[in-house]
């Protein structure tokens, strides 16, 4: 049995103003809770979230003027001990897999795959094949032990473009192409590149010798086919894709192999931008649909029954799904969109034009609000029952989805659960949770803490990671990062070393790391989910409202009364806000 509430204190979705960290209200607006209610206990405990919380007064935050900004100080804030310290590449393998909503396309890819980026760099240091001179400076570039360190930005794109006897790394090509949108828009840069190749490679003259294009236009070729595969969100810039025809063109002009190759490389293009807006239709969908179902709530009562253990009985079962949509979500996150949430005017750039066109991080947010959508979700299904034994039932369900979703690599769908319990309208159940065994919840918890800046949680994740590199099945391969940590660790690399050194060169050492750890989140966001889905419960997840906050305190209230004066004032302005009841 169910409240009655629940006809009129049903959110759709969450506020897409208070995303990840800063939605998670309760976890930092009050300090009076204990931190999972298991206890009675007057000390405070260090919780999860508290640990990224904000130092600094909200009024700080209100006056940042990008919503990005704003999330990425609050993901910021906690453990600043974390020091940056180049080191090298990971394997980088970017591949773009179809969504487990959208049907997936009939057949293979015809265009070759770029070559995968593993042995790039050994034990030792950075690949030494990647820099043609051992001088410490040649060209407007700095080395150091063969180490690319810094460089003039004219410089670093010359060393972007291929030519006769050199073709760039594709570590190099990778890092640049990454970071250079801290200081330019892509579609410059394409246009500098295209620049670059009609006239120094002498594209635009068609006497030019044969043999020598030959050499060249593959290279060319090569370049653009791994601009477009790994950051082809670029080219939903009509701009960019202007150049990218233009100068597909001058390629194709050639032979009828290159024709091919170029026909190929564009369809390729095409196909992902297509699945990319099939894939926003989606969660518009999705969206539309769970706003419609409030009005269905309000005329058919009986239909507010249903609660995630009637969908699915199986806690496993439960997890699988949720991985689903954890690499769904991931799959569409271009890697630019972790550059992109730090965009600044750079003080260089004369051009006084808004650089906020540079700020997209639509499938970055999107990843963001599914994970306070499904932390609001664990808590609406625990206190909406009646009765005390369903919503401890409930609970102990939870913890066995959280268990199964670390043993299968999802740490985010496991601290979205956490968080979810951990909200103060749950905690505050103590009768509740009084009846519900938290020994595995105890372990759990440990496995997640803060401590010594997660330290636990980074040694599960490096174990995970390392299982998943000696995989022997696809389940094995699964690494699914607590991404709001993903994210203060990107926030702390940028903000800790300056773009620019002071002699306006750009910092190109930052850059190798900034590209290493988004390069760990290309290898794990390209695993294919190897389970079976399950259509109904997939769209009850995405879909099924959720309780606002104010509306989990009013079924928090009503499930177990207000405990003080403070308490009993909100429950009745609740009954009046949301219920129309005195």
Known sequence: MRHPLTLHAFSGSCNPELLLIGHLGSLLESKSHSRVGLKSSTKQKTTIFSALASEKSLSD??????????????????HTEQQWKPSMYSNITPVCFPSPLI??????????????????????????NLYQSAEDSCGGLYYHDNNLLSGSLEALIQHLVPNVDYYPDRTYIFTFLLSSRLFMHPYELMAKVCH????????????????????????????????????????????????????????????ETYRKNVQQMMQCLIRKLAT??????????????STDRLTVLKTKPQSIQRDIITICNDPYTLAQQLTHIELERLNYIGPEEFVQAFVQKD??????????????????????????????????????????KHRARMIEYFIDVARECFNIGNFNSLMAIISGMNMSPVSRLKKTWAKVKTAKFDILEHQMDPSSNFYNYRTALRGAAQRSLTAHSSREKIVIPFFSLLIKDIYFLNEGCANRLPNGHVNFEKFWELAKQVSEFMTWKQVECPFERDRKILQYLLTVPV????????????SEGPENHIEKDRWKSLRSTLLGRV
């Open 61 to 78: 935050c209100k006056k940042m003027k990008k919503m990005w900004h704003r999330i990425i100080k609050l993901l910021a804030q906690g």
């Open 103 to 128: 049907e997936k396309p009939i057949g293979k890819e015809s265009m070759p795959q770029t070559p995968p980026f593993s042995a790039m760099f050994d034990s030792s240091g950075y690949n030494r």
């Open 196 to 255: 670059l190749c009609v006239e120094h490679q002498q594209l635009s003259d068609p006497d030019s010798d044969k043999n020598q294009m030959r050499k060249i236009a593959p290279k060319i070729l090569q370049l653009l086919t791994e601009w477009t595969e790994t950051f082809p969100y670029d080219f939903r810039d009509e701009r960019m894709m202007r150049n990218l025809k233009d100068l597909a063109h001058r390629i194709a002009s050639g032979e």
């Open 276 to 289: 990319l807006s099939q894939y926003e239709e989606v969660l518009a969908k999705i969206s539309s649909t």
């Open 347 to 388: 003080p260089l750039d004369n051009d006084k034009s808004c650089y906020s066109e540079r700020k997209k991080t639509r499938n970055l947010e999107a990843y963001v609000e599914w994970f306070n959508r499904l932390s609001y979700l664990v808590a609406t299904e625990i206190c909406m029952p009646v009765k005390k």
């Open 547 to 558: 309780f606002s906050e104010d509306a989990l305190y009013l079924a928090s209230y009503e």
